[in-house]
């Protein structure tokens, strides 16, 4: 076979396989896209043709007009899409600040305990949420944390913090010593090494970890459930609240879940340039 | 003598005054005595709370008393009642929503107080608020005294006061029925024969569709209604476990094969969802379930074009003798024993059980079905039920006979009753019904031996 054909067949060949993928990855996404785009009586058909109607997002952006008779579900959806926002950047912020100077004394310094502290911030990552979801509720109530914004971030600690950790002490122990000792022979102060070397070069892991904690954050349903209430309520929990009992409005639901991917896609593209990069570039290689 | 009638008078008048000044004082049922309170509430995602919330501004109007309230999906919402009760005095919430059958569960553990030292006492509840109103049914399905036994329900402290119920009905395409030439069933054979006749007839949709999800919730409607109609019981008096019963296996292997035969492909996911749904969008002819179920899908943004109007009410098949024993849900409000605020948490509870507020909520809202007698009696609420076909007659069928729980209250509810599902879906796959039920027993004997219930 000419070699030119035979790359030109290859490339057909991955690109096909890689735009199948590509769909298969893709269609659940799809599938939620079209049935926010459903009206009642058509959602479980299924075929692709039907009458869009953008009659969910309306209803769970504006409220419901038919709520007010207590058929249809009554989710107060942007007010806990707030919420999310709220609690899930609360928790990577408190997350980095707290993290990163826990990450980098992580990997540089050596001191007594070390490792049984890492190990700890690891143990509550492994540790199953609904083993420790009791106790804290009564600890949450006697505190007066229930139900509060702080409350929630507090313990979103759990799942963003160890993540955080974790990611940026490699990225810190992958970082030569070299690098700050030549810092400081020029004369910087710690906090400027720290702040004009060392976050640069680790702003791949940083980006990256911070976005998958957000989106661990965000996702989280358990801990919003118990400890929280109608103040602080997010979009896991209340989206369930589109299946009420009357009926399961699965098109207002899947409306819901468009519009909270938003933010999760929006961040993960923004920041793809460090994400790409970051799994690929070490500050001195060897 | 003069003086004596004289004074006779003065005494008959006082002692007349004095009777006028007591009912006076009874008339004025002061609803401001907690003025001030603030009450919170834990509801479910529900049409009744929607309805609760809805007129909650007409409460503190009336009482001074505000009221604050936290709604959770159902799916999780008692998950979420469980872990705030057992906070105990830390407790956040004064009164919550809860099912009959939770009682079984919460009673023992402490965590609702009993409700009958309020109801009993003039001076904390309202002179118009009408016990009696509530159907008799209803109210001593949530009176227990915490002994295991049939006979124990509708004893003792009274738990949870009713706000809306379910009764487990015949729902059927009325069309597809004249179409077919079918009839509705008046046994369980004839129920069997319907439904697959009607999927036979009709071969893209199901015949039936019942629930058949690994729950307990899946044995409470049709199923037990059908059990129970049969004159099968789930416990004899010693609690000794009777799902082995030739009663029980002949209900039971009937009922699969016909979930076999003319039921939905994915029955064992079947909940209450699916099985709506699946109703309410033409892909069954046959619903055995609770009767406000189909009364929700027949609603125009949700029924197909050929569902909408076609849907007709019948009570359940009828037992051998005869018998029809509904199986019921019942939507209750209760107390948290942990609350700061008994008093005008009853305040609360008498106000939203009250005649006022569930007048409104079934005539304005969707509280159907309505648990107080004089509700059904309600030209406006009679007005709007007309419009579902033979609802009202059905209800009233189902209503005078035998509606109640028909299950044993034990504290193992929810276990025994998953279990039970358990089996079900074993049969449906093909397990021999005698050999598997007997399993069944063994294990749920163990396990309420073990719980103390047995000895």
């Known amino acids: 076979m000419h070699p030119r054909l035979r790359k030109a067949l290859t490339s057909i060949f991955s690109d096909g396989f890689l735009i199948i993928y590509f769909m298969f990855a893709l269609f659940p996404i799809l599938w939620m896209i079209l049935v926010s785009l459903k009206s009642g009586t058509e959602l479980f058909t299924t075929q692709f043709v039907f009458t869009p109607t953008l009659e969910n997002y309306q209803a769970i952006l504006f409220g419901d007009p038919r709520a007010a008779a207590g058929v249809v579900a009554r989710v107060d959806f942007p007010r806990n899409f707030l919420n999310s926002l709220i609690v899930s950047s609360g928790a990577v912020v408190i997350s980095l600040a707290v993290g990163v100077p826990a990450a980098y004394a992580l990997a540089r310094y050596n001191f007594k305990g070390k490792e049984t502290l890492a190990f700890t911030f690891l143990s509550f990552r492994f540790a199953p949420e609904l083993v420790v979801i009791i106790p804290l509720s009564l600890i949450y109530r006697q505190l007066g944390l229930y139900d509060t914004y702080f409350g929630i971030i507090w313990v979103y600690q759990l799942v963003t913090l160890p993540l955080l950790i974790w990611v940026l002490r490699s990225y ?49 349903f358990i801990f919003p459930l118990v400890l929280g209430a109608s103040t602080v309520q997010t979009v896991t929990v209340s989206a369930l609240g589109y299946i009420s009992s009357a009926q399961a409005f699965f098109n207002r639901m899947a409306a819901a879940a468009v519009i909270a991917s938003v933010p999760q896609m929006m961040l993960a593209l923004s920041i793809q340039r460090y994400l790409i990069r970051g799994l690929s570039f070490g500050a001195v290689k060897g | 003598m003069k003086h004596k009638l004289v004074l006779l008078l003065i005494v008959v008048v006082s002692v007349l005054a004095l009777g006028v000044g007591v009912t006076a004082a009874q008339d ?3 609803w401001r005595a907690y003025e001030g309170t603030t009450l919170h509430l834990l509801l479910n995602q529900h049409p009744y709370q929607q309805a609760l919330v809805g007129e909650l501004d007409k409460f503190t109007e009336l009482t001074g008393i505000e009221v604050t309230y936290d709604v959770f999906p159902e799916q999780n919402y008692f998950d979420k009642v469980t872990i705030d009760l057992s906070a105990g005095a830390a407790s956040t919430y004064d009164v919550f929503m809860t099912g009959a059958y939770m009682i079984w569960q919460y009673a023992p553990a402490g965590w609702m107080e009993p409700l ?10 309202n002179p118009d608020y009408d016990w009696e109103d509530i159907f008799a049914d209803l109210r001593n399905s949530e009176a227990w ?42 046994s369980l054979d004839e129920l069997v024969s319907v439904a697959e006749a009607l999927h036979a007839a009709e071969p893209e949709m199901a015949g039936i569709v019942v629930r058949g999800s690994l729950n307990w919730a899946t044995i409470h ?21 009777q799902m082995n019963s030739p009663c029980a296996v002949e209900v039971t292997s009937k ?19 699916q099985a709506g749904s699946d109703f309410g969008a033409g892909k069954a002819g046959i619903l055995f379930d609770a009767d406000i179920l189909a009364y929700f899908q027949n609603q125009p943004d949700t029924a197909a074009p050929e569902v909408l109007g076609n849907i007709a009410w ?21 107390m948290n024993s942990g609350s700061q605020n008994k008093d005008a948490a009853w305040y609360f509870l008498q106000w939203a059980t009250g005649k006022e507020f569930l007048t409104t909520g079934a005539v304005d809202y969707s509280m159907v079905n309505p648990v107080r007698a004089s509700i059904w009696e309600n030209p406006d609420f009679q007005a709007k039920m007309a419009e579902q076909t033979n609802y009202l007659e059905t209800f009233n069928t189902i209503m005078a006979n035998d509606a109640k729980i028909q299950f044993t ?40 031996q073990d719980a103390g219930v047995i000895e």
């Open chain 1, 172 to 220: 810190f122990e992958d970082i030569s010593p070299d690098i700050e000792q030549a810092a400081m022979i020029d004369g910087y102060p710690w906090y400027q090494i720290f702040m004009r070397i060392l976050l640069p070069l680790v702003r791949p892991g940083l980006a990256a970890a911070a976005l998958l904690a957000f989106v661990f954050a965000w996702n989280n």
């Open chain 2, 116 to 125: 009958e030292p309020y109801i009993n006492d003039p001076s904390k509840t």
């Open chain 2, 314 to 334: 019948a009570p359940g098949p009828l037992g051998p003798d005869g018998a029809l024993r509904t199986n019921i849900w019942i939507w209750s409000l209760a």
């Open chain 2, 221 to 241: 409607p049709g199923f037990m209604t059908m059990y129970a109609s049969q004159g099968c019981v789930d416990y004899d008096e010693n609690m000794i476990p």
């Open chain 2, 28 to 30: 004025e049922f002061n």
């Open chain 2, 145 to 186: 005294n915490l002994e295991a036994g049939r006979e124990n329900l509708g004893q003792g402290s009274q738990y949870a006061i009713p706000w809306g119920f379910e009764a487990n009905a015949f729902m059927y395409r009325q069309d597809l029925f004249e179409k077919h030439n079918l009839s509705v069933p008046q």
């Open chain 2, 255 to 273: 009922w699969t094969d016909m979930v076999r035969n003319a039921g939905p492909e994915a029955w064992t996911t079947y909940t209450w969802y």
């Open chain 2, 409 to 448: 209250p034990q504290p193992l509810f929810f276990e025994t009753t998953t279990e039970w599902a358990q089996a079900l879906q074993d049969i449906y796959a093909g397990a021999d019904a005698q050999t598997r039920l007997d399993e069944l027993v063994d294990s749920l004997t163990l396990q309420l």
